[in-house]
């Protein structure tokens, strides 16, 4: 980058870069937590255990919740409930010695079918769930439906002792804990690319600019913004000389206000609410300028908004101000002859 002197310069220049750093740290930190879920995962397919150790096992209903497990398949799958927004299902499974509750998808139960003599026992893997009332009433009823005579039916206090507290959800892809992490380190990772790319583009904008001046320019510039009467508003990256408006806004950007043919305020609005203002510029080349951002949410920062806009119309008394009908008009009119112009020129 040319020498500029000016430290709100500099401060701009290096925060463009602190900013890319940032964002490179949030990728690394998010390729972190991808290697310790990963981590995890091998861990739980290394202590994975079966639906019936779990069941049996002592402790309290939590504790054999949200663990990997597996069922050794050696009957065709009974589907006894499904909701109506999706094809997922609950199964009555078989190992051939207990039964067990199984939620799995269409295509797994297809593939669970697909058997005619299980010979071969199909392993089955998901996370522990504790069983609802309603699950508890529908397997109930289902394996009812199923018996002939009334002394071999259950009730609910039966459950436990045939299907066991949990069931597996072979529809889950990790533990609660794995998938949060994993999610975390998404967002983590796309904050980081978003930001880091972001801030390399503007970066990049930002030194092509200033390579584009002359030295003479820059001594000039560095003298407009070093003198007392200049001002520099820091939350809307932002400089006003005597003569020029000197944006940082996405890229180091230098506007004479002699060239500015009309400024009017941009509200952006998310969900109907306002969540920043900023100035749109058109200067005399036809090029629209957005300068100035500012979100307006407190009182203060009302008041630099209007002293930006205030200080700019000062310095130019024949620019049009307000994005007014009659404005739009006059300059698209005027957009159109200095394009014209451009074209008779060439």
């Not at 925060?15 to 490179?24: A, T, V």
């Not at 018996?147 to 507290?165: P, Q």
């Not at 060239?259 to 969900?271: A, E």
């Not at 200080?311 to 024949?318: L, S």
Request: include cysteine; aromatic fraction near 10%; proline fraction near 1%.
């Amino acid at each position: 980058m040319k020498k500029i002197n000016n430290l709100n310069v500099k401060k701009e220049h290096n925060s463009l870069i602190r900013n890319f750093i940032i964002g490179i740290i949030l990728i690394i930190i998010s390729v972190v937590m991808l290697v310790v879920s990963n981590q995890i995962i091998f861990e739980e397919d290394e202590n994975i255990k079966d639906l019936d150790s779990i069941i049996v096992s002592e402790g309290d209903s939590t504790s054999k919740e949200d663990q990997k497990s597996y069922i050794d398949v050696k009957a065709a799958p009974y589907r006894f409930a499904v909701y109506d927004d999706t094809t997922d299902a609950y199964y009555i499974l078989s190992d051939g010695t207990y039964l067990y509750i199984a939620y799995m998808s269409q295509s797994d139960y297809m593939k669970l079918s697909e058997s005619e003599t299980y010979e071969v026992p199909i392993r089955v893997t998901g996370y522990t769930k504790l069983s609802t009332k309603e699950i508890r009433e529908l397997a109930i009823d289902a394996y009812n439906y199923s018996m002939e005579n009334e002394e071999d039916m259950l009730t609910i206090a039966d459950f436990e002792s045939y299907f066991g507290e949990v069931y597996l959800d072979m529809t889950k892809s990790g533990s609660s804990n794995v998938s949060a992490l994993m999610v975390i380190s998404y967002i983590i990772s796309l904050t980081g690319l978003i930001v880091s790319l972001i801030s390399i583009i503007r970066l990049c904008k930002f030194n092509r600019s200033i390579k584009k001046m002359d030295d003479d320019k820059i001594e000039e510039l560095d003298k407009e913004m070093e003198d007392p009467n200049a001002f520099y508003y820091e939350k809307a990256h932002l400089y006003l000389t005597k003569n020029y408006i000197v944006n940082f806004g996405g890229k180091f950007n230098i506007i004479e206000y002699k060239d500015i043919l009309w400024i009017y305020p941009f509200i952006q609005r998310i969900n109907g609410i306002k969540a920043s203002q900023s100035l749109m510029v058109l200067t005399n080349d036809a090029k629209t300028h957005r300068i100035a951002e500012i979100d307006i949410i407190t009182k203060k920062k009302k008041e630099v908004y209007e002293e930006i806009w205030n200080t700019i119309i000062n310095r130019n008394p024949n620019m049009l101000t307000g994005y007014t009908k009659e404005n739009i008009a006059i300059m698209n009119d005027k957009i159109k002859e200095i394009k014209e112009e451009r074209k008779n020129n060439k």
